[in-house]
């Protein structure tokens, strides 16, 4: 009994975590993109990595900023075909620093929140079975 009530607090402080997190981590990704310069990059090479467990697709692009050429390496989720052009933010000081527009934290936002949804349940599950 005393271990269930254990992993219940534990479920609880993960979910506190996982909920408390998922709103911080969407609005620093915001704040980012309200100051970022905004160009277009160029897909010029698409591949897919695999392991044991799973595939990665994988995307070489091409940008420019301030008349200075960039090529960067990002995954990404299999739509992407060579010769689209994708929206990109960057750090103006440093314009390696940059975030696709599609790069998809209101995801990672939403993830975060469900698991954190579903640790609260668990928590009061088992509460519940101890009461």
Known sequence: MAQNRSIGWISLALAILLLIGGPIIAALQQDFKADAGITYADVT???????????????????????????????HTGNRTVGSTIRLFYNADNPIMFELESDQTHVVFLWLVMVGLLSVSAFLNLWAKNA
């Open 45 to 75: 090479e698409t591949w897919t990595e695999r392991d044991l467990n799973r595939s990665t697709h994988m995307m070489r692009i091409r940008y420019t900023v301030d008349g200075v050429d960039y090529e960067a390496v990002r995954s």
